[in-house]
């Protein structure tokens, strides 16, 4: 909509969320925390949180993938419901990325995921303002695990801090290592098999709901679930360019991806 | 006891009174101490801030004092650069109210990022697309032109003023004081417009999303606008209560009067702008996205009666009041448009700050309500308290009002 | 002393550049960058050899196949093992923080003796002792020593079982599923034999009448697999899913059809069913189907409209679907995955015989000779046990063992069930975590964690076809712990009682040998499966029947408790990284939350929020209302496992436990405890 620039990638990592498929069993949603090292909130944290800061405030919960529960709004009988998981969208056109004053979140690595840096971040959270997905995170307290359960933290993510916003970057240290294993192999790092490199949500998903893969290469499922017509993504009309798809034959879940006008019909 | 300190020729309470009355701002000093120490020790998680609200009372806190103290730079502007002499009898007002403005507003920031000890990477690292880097930058510079500003002030005091090195060097910057104001007023300009961007350029935030004029999107130049429109009479408002407080005649009401013709000018050009712009957002930029006007409110807190208090109660009237002669120069009217001409401007800083990120813009997300705790209201307190202490002492040992003596003669 | 302009300048300039050429600021700046990302308290990660080996996790009901990830060693985390038929490579919310359980807050650290109101650790050896010596005395005697196992598909119930048979005791029960209910109906009330299946695999139209397949029924794990398989991205689907339940809950989100059922009317939607595809010419080779039959004609659908609340037409639509559809297969049981009677169960027989869809899976050859036989057990009714303990009309156990379950905090009245349990002379908890009944134990000794040790799953209930699937210990135990199994093969020994094996590994070797499965492939993650089929010969027993039915009113305010897996089982409270998983409208701080739709609360004169007393059979709880549309009206739904008084920080003391007030009754005709959609009273407080 406004001038901002969009970078092409020859590899577009990217997920087709199937919708009609996705039981909210929350599976995804533990995987992702135990594999980017998410600490559970801390009971000890509600005295000097002064609000409840416990993992029923949604709004202080780190949740990198997170499932929404949404529903066509009527009464019963009429009521539907579905669950829609939200990782980060990994814009075309990320609202976060220009925001930033110190460069500590950039699109420009091949694959098209936005990445943060934790060292760098100073944590103004101006990309938490501007990400309507919600899918930016903050530390507000140094992470805490359960007295012993920091002795099993996963060797792909490193702990941060207090203070730094944190995101889903499709767990980046996976697309590392296959990219390792294809030099190894002797193929080509930039055009990954399907399947070589999967994210822990996909990977754990009962129902196969999350499917990923690059979007840009027709040997991969999601180049052409994303081309289904069943497919859509999350405030199109904002521009900005979600490599994340969502998938359903159902209207009101399509009507429920975007803002319409009262009359408008959806294009 | 001390009144050796004084500015020559002046009056000022007794000792006693005056360490009481710095006893009483300590208060609010030393509160807002212990929650700073708390912030730094456990982090900002014990405010009311949240993953929804990332910013809020402070970002809204310093985004007002920052329009507010705008008096700085445009009064600095219209006297230094417009050669607008009567000015003089205010300016130090509006230096020293624009100094404790924005030094407050950066230590505010300084608890409000996460990581305080990173707050230098701005200049290490800087992101040069960012209009926060623009802020980062605008705002730290101009917090030293205003350290240059007020230190002649400081150095003129009674006895410092005879010590003949510092003389030589207040009189020297004196003479330079025209390019400072300059210097000041190309970088309060950009932060003024930079802070507005800072929302204006938000295009995944329908709420204060708008397009605009080359890498500008229209807020930059409202922000602009609105703070000139106010800083004026804020600094105004600020001296009419040091009256109050002291007793004492300060500044010629002539001079206010001149100040609220300044403000009512640049407030009735900003309103122009403001409901030109509110007008092609409601029917334009946001039927663009699929939102109505009428889904940007919700329930009292983020109701409609928010934007019709900041247009028009405190928008319009305080425009009208300021630039119609026969209004402003009675002195009850003058400080009432002076101060709803603040508060609209608060109001507008809060709504772009809260009200943008309230919005939920996912259809099947949620309005949610954010509520500043005692964490957020301290420091804030703090900086109120720290712009009293500041004044406090300005005011009795400063020769901040040229026109004072002569005011007060018996 | 005169400063001109040029010494002005000089000054200014020359003091803010002479500053930066000090190194003062470059290396605060530096260090700050440093210090910044790298305090002390900052767990570092420990990085070496990436490794993942094989198990079976039973943390969750049923069991997902998962393949432990190891750093340097350590376990951090799981995935799931695609070579393995029962999950295919999915993993429950559950059994994907598996790693970080091991190292859960709440793992008991090692056996320990009540000593007043604290504990104190004891050995195992004086563990092994106390109980040889309190054993010793009630051998041969019936009652007195009785065991509560939570665990329905391990061969450790064959020790187990067997020890107390060894003992003179038949005091074994299971705890209450919807498996314990299909067996009271399939292998007690109807003499059948095996189990009930359900071939998911192969239906091209499922309906569930209140089971919550996608949450809460059997292995949820496959039911997704199964579900998924047939729902494919690219092309048509394959299968239609038709939820039946009072709640539009995660198996009805999914669905292509909810047809909303009162939770107490279920039975009489399914005899609706069988009378409607009857009426069609349907029949099946089942004793006293044409008695049955008959029965199933009182349940026109205006009747069923009253006892159910589903309308005629959504009900003949339902059956038409049913009489189409090549291979429909019916799914009976309940929300919360217990407490339904045999009624229901027996008209999900009845269903699925008349759709030529009965599956029967045969019985696992025992390895324990001297153990019970496990579907006479499963059918035995623990709640109607406790309950006459607790009324005094049944003798309290000296010696009560409870194997990985949480009676007092699970079972529905739980308070008084935990009453019950406490009148046993010496209650005895294997349990890997400090839970509720551990807390009120005489003797708590750990079980190691499901990674940690041998185990097994035989045919997980629910599932189309006979499995047979082995966990082994993938990583060394955290704690002081001993496999259950080998502390009573070890108690046996010292009793005298002989099971004819040593150690627990000999058990499995003799399971798997006489299954004809391979041990290492096993052990290597692969699941047995067998093709053979049970015998499907039982018989309908109308009379009973009648009068169970004849017991469902349809009126008045029910309860449906939802179990739902990410907040864990009346075995596991909720793990810590699972908590973000729970909804603020099931959960908010301290207070749980009740859903109801806008008519229900209106009729109660309730909204969104309002702070209420649910009270049912005796007891009350504490929530708050959420107003959820999904729930039909006349039925108060309420989630399952919070309120936990045990356990650690993270889990204790949040919300109100909901079994509290599942308020159970006598199942006329059969005697089965029953608590599915009970009467449940709300006042505003």
Same mark, same amino acid.
């Given at each position: 909509?406004?001038?901002?620039?969009?970078?092409?990638?020859?590899?577009?990592?990217?997920?087709?969320?199937?919708?009609?498929?996705?039981?909210?069993?929350g599976?995804?949603?533990?995987?992702c925390?135990?594999?980017?090292?998410i600490?559970?909130?801390t009971p000890?944290?509600?005295?000097?949180?002064?609000?409840?800061?416990?993992?029923?405030?949604?709004?202080r919960?780190?949740?990198?993938?997170?499932?929404?529960?949404i529903?066509?709004?009527?009464?019963?009988?009429?009521?539907e419901?579905?669950?829609?998981?939200?990782?980060c969208?990994?814009?075309?056109?990320?609202?976060?990325?220009?925001?930033?004053p110190?460069?500590?979140?950039?699109k420009?690595?091949?694959?098209?995921?936005?990445?943060?840096?934790?060292p760098?971040c100073?944590?103004?959270?101006?990309?938490?303002?501007?990400?309507?997905?919600?899918?930016?995170?903050?530390?507000?307290?140094?992470?805490?695990?359960p007295?012993?359960m920091?002795?099993?933290?996963?060797?792909?993510?490193?702990?941060?801090?207090?203070?730094?916003?944190?995101?889903?970057?499709?767990c980046?240290?996976?697309?590392?290592?296959?990219?390792?294993?294809?030099?190894?192999?002797?193929?080509?790092?930039?055009n990954l098999?399907?399947?070589?490199?999967?994210t822990?949500?996909?990977?754990?998903?009962p129902?196969?709901?999350?499917?990923?893969?690059?979007?840009?290469?027709?040997?991969?499922?999601?180049?052409?679930?994303?081309?289904?017509?069943?497919?859509?993504?999350?405030?199109?009309?904002l521009?900005?360019?979600?490599?994340?798809?969502?998938?359903?034959?159902?209207?009101?879940?399509h009507?429920?991806?975007d803002?319409?006008?009262?009359n408008?019909?959806?294009? | 006891m001390?009144?050796?300190?004084f500015?020559?020729?002046i009056?000022?309470?007794?000792?006693?009174?005056?360490?009481?009355?710095l006893?009483?701002?300590?208060?609010g000093?030393?509160?807002?101490a212990?929650?700073?120490g708390?912030?730094?020790?456990?982090?900002?998680?014990?405010?009311?801030?949240?993953?929804?609200?990332?910013?809020?009372?402070?970002i809204?806190?310093?985004?007002?004092?920052?329009?507010? @103290?705008?008096?700085?730079?445009?009064?600095?502007?219209?006297?230094?650069?417009?050669?607008?002499?009567?000015?003089?009898?205010?300016?130090?007002?509006t230096?020293?109210?624009?100094?404790?403005?924005?030094?407050?507003?950066?230590?505010?920031?300084?608890?409000?990022?996460?990581?305080?000890?990173?707050?230098?990477?701005?200049?290490?690292h800087?992101?040069v697309?960012?209009m926060?880097?623009?802020?980062?930058?605008c705002?730290t510079c101009?917090?030293?032109?205003?350290v240059?500003e007020?230190?002649?002030?400081?150095?003129e005091?009674?006895q410092?003023?005879?010590?003949?090195?510092?003389?030589?060097?207040?009189?020297?910057m004196?003479?330079?004081?025209?390019?400072?104001?300059?210097?000041?007023?190309?970088?309060?300009?950009?932060?003024q417009?930079?802070l507005g @961007?800072?929302y204006?350029?938000?295009?995944?935030?329908?709420?204060?999303?708008r397009?605009g004029?080359?890498?500008?999107?229209?807020t930059f130049?409202?922000?602009?606008?609105s703070?000139?429109?106010?800083?004026?009479?804020?600094?105004?408002?600020?001296?009419?209560?040091m009256?109050?407080?002291?007793?004492?005649?300060l500044?010629?009401?002539?001079?206010?009067?001149?100040?609220?013709?300044?403000?009512?000018?640049?407030?009735?050009?900003?309103?122009?702008?403001?409901?030109?712009?509110?007008?092609?957002?409601?029917?334009?930029?946001?039927?663009?996205?699929?939102?109505?006007?009428d889904?940007?409110?919700w329930g009292?807190?983020?109701?409609?009666?928010m934007?019709?208090?900041?247009?028009?109660?405190?928008?319009?009237?305080p425009?009208?009041?300021l630039?119609?002669?026969?209004?402003?120069?009675?002195?009850?009217l003058?400080y009432?448009?002076?101060?709803?001409?603040?508060? @609209?401007i608060?109001?507008?800083?809060?709504?772009f700050?809260?009200?943008?990120?309230?919005?939920?813009?996912?259809?099947?997300?949620?309005w949610?309500v954010?509520?500043?705790?005692?964490?957020?209201w301290?420091?804030?307190?703090?900086?109120?308290a720290?712009?009293?202490l500041?004044?406090?002492?300005?005011?009795r040992?400063?020769?901040?009002?040229?026109?004072?003596?002569?005011?007060?003669?018996? | 002393?005169?400063?001109?302009?040029?010494?002005?300048?000089?000054?200014?300039?020359?003091g803010?550049?002479?500053?930066?050429?000090?190194?003062?600021? %470059?290396?605060?700046?530096?260090?700050?960058?440093?210090?910044?990302?790298?305090?002390? %308290?900052?767990?570092?990660?420990?990085y070496?050899?990436?490794?993942a080996?094989?198990?079976y996790?039973?943390?969750?009901?049923?069991?997902?196949?998962v393949k432990?990830?190891?750093?340097?060693g350590i376990?951090?985390?799981?995935?799931g093992?695609?070579a393995?038929?029962l999950s295919?490579?999915?993993?429950c919310?559950?059994?994907?923080?598996?790693s970080?359980?091991?190292?859960?807050?709440?793992?008991?650290a090692g056996?320990?003796?009540?000593?007043?109101?604290?504990?104190?650790?004891?050995?195992?050896?004086?563990?092994?002792?106390l109980?040889?010596?309190?054993?010793?005395?009630?051998?041969?005697?019936d009652?007195?020593?009785?065991?509560?196992?939570?665990?329905?598909?391990?061969?450790?119930?064959?020790?187990?079982s067997g020890?107390?048979?060894?003992?003179?005791s038949?005091?074994y029960?299971?705890?209450?599923?919807?498996?314990?209910?299909?067996?009271k109906?399939?292998?007690?009330?109807?003499?059948?034999?095996?189990?009930?299946?359900?071939?998911?695999?192969?239906?091209?139209?499922?309906l569930?009448i209140?089971?919550?397949?996608?949450?809460?029924?059997?292995?949820?794990?496959r039911?997704?697999?199964?579900?998924?398989?047939?729902r494919?991205?690219?092309g048509d689907k394959?299968?239609?899913?038709?939820?039946?339940?009072p709640?539009?809950?995660?198996?009805?989100?999914v669905?292509?059809? %909810?047809?909303?059922?009162r939770?107490?009317?279920?039975a009489?939607?399914?005899?609706?069913?069988?009378n409607?595809?009857?009426?069609?010419g349907?029949?099946?080779?089942?004793?006293?189907?044409?008695?049955?039959a008959d029965?199933a004609?009182?349940?026109?659908?205006?009747?069923?409209?009253k006892?159910?609340?589903v309308?005629?037409?959504?009900?003949?639509d339902?059956?038409?679907?049913?009489f189409?559809?090549?291979?429909?297969v019916?799914?009976?049981?309940?929300?919360?995955?217990?407490?339904?009677?045999?009624?229901?169960?027996?008209?999900?027989?009845?269903?699925?015989?008349?759709?030529?869809s009965?599956?029967v899976?045969?019985?696992?050859?025992?390895?324990?000779?001297?153990?019970?036989?496990?579907?006479?057990?499963?059918?035995k009714?623990?709640?109607?046990?406790?309950?006459?303990?607790?009324?005094?009309?049944a003798?309290?156990?000296?010696?009560?063992?409870?194997?990985e379950?949480?009676?007092?905090y699970?079972?529905p009245?739980?308070?008084?069930?935990?009453?019950?349990?406490?009148?046993?002379?010496?209650l005895?908890a294997?349990?890997?975590?400090?839970?509720e009944?551990a807390a009120?134990?005489?003797?708590?000794?750990?079980?190691?964690?499901?990674?940690?040790?041998?185990?097994?799953?035989?045919?997980?209930?629910?599932?189309?076809?006979?499995?047979?699937?082995?966990?082994?210990?993938?990583?060394?135990?955290?704690?002081?712990?001993?496999?259950?199994?080998?502390?009573?093969?070890?108690?046996?020994?010292?009793?005298?009682?002989d099971?004819g094996?040593?150690?627990f590994?000999d058990?499995?070797?003799?399971?798997?040998s006489?299954?004809?499965?391979?041990?290492?492939a096993?052990?290597?993650?692969?699941?047995?499966?067998?093709?053979?089929?049970?015998?499907?010969?039982?018989?309908?027993d109308?009379?009973?029947?009648?009068?169970?039915?004849?017991?469902?009113?349809?009126?008045?305010?029910?309860?449906?408790?939802?179990a739902?897996l990410?907040?864990?089982t009346g075995?596991?409270a909720?793990?810590?990284?699972?908590?973000?998983t729970?909804?603020?409208?099931?959960?908010?701080?301290?207070?749980?939350?009740?859903?109801?739709?806008?008519?229900?609360?209106?009729?109660?004169g309730v909204?969104?929020?309002?702070?209420v007393?649910?009270?049912?059979?005796g007891?009350?709880?504490?929530?708050?209302?959420?107003?959820?549309?999904?729930?039909?009206?006349g039925?108060v739904?309420?989630?399952?496992?919070?309120?936990?008084?045990?356990?650690?920080?993270?889990?204790?003391?949040?919300?109100?436990?909901?079994?509290?007030?599942?308020?159970?009754?006598?199942?006329?005709?059969?005697?089965?405890?029953v608590?599915a959609?009970?009467?449940?009273?709300?006042?505003?407080?």
């Amino acid at each position: 909509m406004s001038g901002h620039a969009t970078k092409e990638f020859k590899v577009r990592w990217g997920m087709v969320i199937d919708v009609d498929k996705c039981t909210g069993c929350g599976a995804c949603m533990v995987a992702c925390q135990v594999e980017n090292n998410i600490a559970p909130a801390t009971p000890e944290m509600d005295a000097w949180a002064g609000v409840t800061h416990d993992a029923s405030n949604k709004l202080r919960t780190l949740t990198w993938m997170l499932v929404y529960e949404i529903n066509n709004k009527k009464a019963f009988p009429e009521y539907e419901a579905a669950y829609m998981p939200r990782p980060c969208m990994q814009c075309a056109s990320p609202a976060c990325v220009p925001v930033c004053p110190v460069v500590a979140t950039d699109k420009n690595e091949e694959g098209g995921i936005v990445s943060q840096v934790y060292p760098r971040c100073i944590g103004c959270r101006y990309c938490m303002a501007a990400c309507p997905y919600h899918a930016r995170y903050f530390n507000w307290f140094d992470p805490t695990w359960p007295t012993g359960m920091d002795k099993g933290l996963s060797p792909s993510t490193s702990v941060r801090p207090r203070g730094v916003v944190e995101k889903c970057n499709f767990c980046h240290t996976r697309f590392q290592q296959a990219k390792d294993k294809a030099r190894q192999d002797g193929g080509d790092p930039n055009n990954l098999p399907d399947g070589a490199y999967v994210t822990a949500c996909a990977e754990v998903c009962p129902t196969g709901a999350i499917v990923f893969g690059d979007l840009n290469n027709p040997e991969h499922k999601v180049h052409a679930l994303a081309h289904s017509k069943y497919a859509f993504r999350l405030l199109e009309k904002l521009g900005l360019g979600p490599q994340v798809y969502y998938y359903s034959k159902r209207e009101w879940v399509h009507r429920l991806g975007d803002n319409y006008l009262p009359n408008e019909k959806k294009a | 006891m001390d009144s050796k300190l004084f500015p020559e020729g002046i009056e000022r309470c007794s000792l006693g009174k005056f360490l009481a009355w710095l006893a009483f701002i300590s208060l609010g000093l030393a509160w807002g101490a212990y929650a700073a120490g708390i912030i730094f020790w456990k982090g900002i998680g014990v405010t009311g801030l949240d993953n929804y609200f990332g910013f809020g009372l402070w970002i809204t806190f310093d985004l007002a004092v920052i329009a507010l @103290g705008a008096g700085a730079f445009f009064t600095g502007f219209l006297k230094y650069i417009l050669k607008i002499d009567q000015l003089k009898n205010i300016i130090n007002l509006t230096v020293i109210v624009g100094f404790i403005c924005y030094s407050g507003a950066m230590l505010v920031l300084t608890l409000d990022i996460g990581q305080p000890i990173r707050a230098w990477f701005g200049y290490w690292h800087p992101n040069v697309h960012s209009m926060l880097t623009e802020v980062i930058f605008c705002i730290t510079c101009y917090c030293l032109v205003l350290v240059i500003e007020y230190l002649p002030l400081i150095l003129e005091q009674k006895q410092l003023n005879k010590i003949p090195f510092l003389h030589h060097l207040a009189h020297q910057m004196h003479v330079h004081m025209a390019l400072f104001a300059g210097i000041g007023t190309f970088l309060s300009t950009f932060h003024q417009g930079s802070l507005g @961007g800072m929302y204006g350029v938000l295009f995944g935030r329908p709420y204060a999303f708008r397009e605009g004029f080359f890498i500008w999107p229209w807020t930059f130049f409202l922000f602009v606008l609105s703070a000139v429109g106010s800083g004026p009479v804020f600094t105004v408002l600020v001296c009419t209560f040091m009256e109050k407080l002291t007793g004492r005649k300060l500044v010629d009401f002539k001079v206010k009067a001149l100040m609220g013709k300044i403000a009512g000018t640049m407030l009735t050009v900003y309103m122009f702008f403001k409901l030109l712009d509110t007008w092609a957002w409601a029917v334009d930029v946001l039927p663009r996205m699929g939102l109505t006007f009428d889904q940007m409110f919700w329930g009292t807190v983020y109701g409609k009666w928010m934007l019709w208090t900041e247009l028009f109660i405190c928008g319009v009237i305080p425009a009208i009041m300021l630039i119609t002669p026969a209004i402003r120069n009675r002195p009850a009217l003058l400080y009432l448009a002076g101060i709803l001409d603040c508060l @609209g401007i608060v109001i507008n800083r809060y709504v772009f700050t809260v009200q943008t990120i309230a919005l939920p813009v996912m259809p099947f997300d949620k309005w949610y309500v954010y509520v500043p705790n005692w964490a957020e209201w301290a420091p804030s307190v703090m900086i109120i308290a720290y712009g009293f202490l500041v004044m406090s002492l300005s005011y009795r040992y400063l020769p901040v009002f040229p026109q004072e003596k002569a005011l007060n003669a018996k | 002393m005169g400063l001109d302009r040029r010494a002005f300048i000089k000054f200014v300039v020359g003091g803010a550049a002479g500053t930066l050429f000090t190194p003062i600021p %470059w290396k605060l700046a530096d260090d700050a960058s440093i210090w910044s990302q790298n305090w002390s %308290w900052i767990p570092r990660l420990k990085y070496g050899a990436l490794t993942a080996d094989a198990t079976y996790s039973k943390l969750c009901p049923a069991g997902c196949a998962v393949k432990v990830k190891k750093v340097a060693g350590i376990a951090y985390g799981v995935e799931g093992n695609s070579a393995n038929e029962l999950s295919k490579g999915g993993v429950c919310p559950l059994c994907a923080t598996g790693s970080q359980m091991l190292r859960s807050p709440s793992r008991v650290a090692g056996p320990m003796k009540k000593d007043g109101d604290k504990f104190k650790p004891i050995s195992w050896d004086e563990a092994e002792a106390l109980l040889a010596e309190k054993l010793k005395g009630l051998k041969g005697q019936d009652g007195k020593v009785a065991a509560i196992s939570g665990d329905l598909s391990g061969t450790a119930n064959e020790v187990l079982s067997g020890f107390l048979a060894g003992l003179g005791s038949k005091s074994y029960f299971y705890m209450p599923a919807d498996q314990t209910a299909m067996a009271k109906t399939w292998n007690g009330v109807m003499g059948g034999s095996g189990q009930i299946g359900y071939d998911l695999e192969e239906a091209d139209l499922i309906l569930c009448i209140g089971a919550d397949i996608m949450d809460a029924f059997g292995p949820v794990v496959r039911n997704q697999k199964a579900f998924a398989a047939k729902r494919p991205m690219e092309g048509d689907k394959a299968l239609t899913l038709v939820y039946a339940g009072p709640v539009r809950n995660r198996t009805a989100a999914v669905a292509d059809k %909810w047809v909303a059922v009162r939770p107490d009317g279920a039975a009489a939607f399914a005899m609706g069913l069988v009378n409607l595809l009857a009426k069609s010419g349907k029949s099946a080779s089942l004793g006293g189907f044409s008695e049955f039959a008959d029965l199933a004609a009182k349940f026109g659908p205006e009747a069923v409209e009253k006892l159910a609340g589903v309308n005629a037409e959504a009900l003949k639509d339902v059956a038409k679907a049913l009489f189409t559809a090549k291979n429909p297969v019916v799914v009976v049981g309940t929300e919360p995955g217990q407490g339904a009677g045999v009624a229901l169960n027996a008209a999900g027989v009845a269903l699925n015989a008349m759709l030529g869809s009965l599956t029967v899976l045969p019985e696992f050859p025992k390895a324990v000779a001297s153990a019970p036989d496990r579907a006479g057990l499963l059918a035995k009714d623990l709640v109607g046990w406790l309950n006459a303990v607790d009324a005094g009309k049944a003798p309290a156990p000296e010696v009560l063992f409870v194997y990985e379950a949480n009676p007092a905090y699970a079972l529905p009245q739980a308070a008084n069930m935990a009453k019950a349990l406490r009148k046993a002379g010496t209650l005895v908890a294997f349990s890997t975590f400090m839970d509720e009944t551990a807390a009120l134990a005489d003797l708590v000794l750990p079980a190691p964690h499901p990674f940690e040790r041998l185990d097994d799953a035989q045919n997980p209930y629910g599932l189309g076809k006979a499995t047979y699937a082995l966990a082994t210990a993938v990583v060394a135990p955290e704690k002081d712990c001993k496999g259950t199994p080998d502390f009573i093969l070890g108690l046996s020994g010292k009793l005298g009682v002989d099971l004819g094996f040593g150690a627990f590994e000999d058990v499995l070797k003799a399971k798997v040998s006489a299954i004809g499965a391979d041990w290492d492939a096993l052990a290597g993650g692969a699941a047995y499966v067998s093709d053979k089929k049970g015998s499907a010969q039982a018989s309908l027993d109308a009379g009973a029947l009648s009068k169970a039915l004849a017991g469902i009113k349809g009126e008045g305010l029910v309860l449906v408790a939802q179990a739902h897996l990410n907040i864990g089982t009346g075995k596991l409270a909720t793990p810590p990284h699972n908590l973000p998983t729970i909804r603020d409208t099931e959960l908010y701080g301290k207070d749980v939350f009740v859903q109801m739709c806008s008519a229900t609360a209106k009729s109660l004169g309730v909204s969104e929020g309002s702070k209420v007393k649910l009270a049912a059979g005796g007891a009350d709880i504490s929530a708050r209302v959420s107003l959820y549309e999904g729930v039909m009206p006349g039925v108060v739904a309420a989630p399952l496992g919070l309120g936990r008084t045990a356990w650690d920080p993270y889990t204790k003391g949040k919300g109100d436990n909901v079994s509290k007030i599942l308020a159970v009754s006598a199942e006329p005709g059969t005697g089965f405890s029953v608590w599915a959609g009970s009467a449940v009273s709300v006042a505003k407080m």
